[in-house]
């Protein structure tokens, strides 16, 4: 059974950073790629970051130049390196494997971390 487990997380002031890791275990069919959502309180959870084993990347505009996706295969481990981050960034962060097609588009698979909370003051 997969299980993906999300670490990282915390409270941290405006311009801040902070990095997120999400730990893989078993084995992931079906998926090209590894994602990072989050969900702010009220809103939908949102595609932050994707990385495919090729480490082909994806990244949402709003965190574009800020974020860094990362992965070590060999670990399956993928990392969120966030910095400068804004009040606008906190929600719970979320790791996800699925599939990063070459259009660009990333369509989630059903398996999905517990999450890590991200709260950024400002």
């Known amino acids: 059974q997969v299980q993906l487990v999300e670490s990282g997380g915390g409270l941290v002031q405006a311009g801040d950073s902070l990095r997120l890791s999400c730990a893989a275990s078993?084995?992931?069919?079906?998926?090209?790629?590894m994602g990072w959502y989050r969900q702010a309180p009220g809103k939908q959870r949102e595609l932050v970051a994707a990385?495919?084993?090729?480490?082909?990347?994806k990244y949402a505009d709003s965190v574009k130049g800020r974020f860094t996706i990362s992965r070590d295969g060999a670990k399956n481990t993928v990392w969120l390196q966030m910095n400068s981050l804004k009040p606008e960034d906190t929600a719970v962060y979320y790791c996800?494997?699925?599939?990063?097609?070459?259009?660009?588009?990333?369509?989630?698979?059903?398996?999905w971390g517990q999450g890590t909370r991200v709260t950024v003051s400002s």
């Open positions: 996800n494997a699925g599939v990063l097609y070459l259009s660009g588009g990333y369509t989630p698979g059903d398996v």
């Open positions: 990385i495919t084993s090729l480490t082909r990347t």
């Open positions: 078993g084995t992931i069919s079906r998926s090209n790629a």
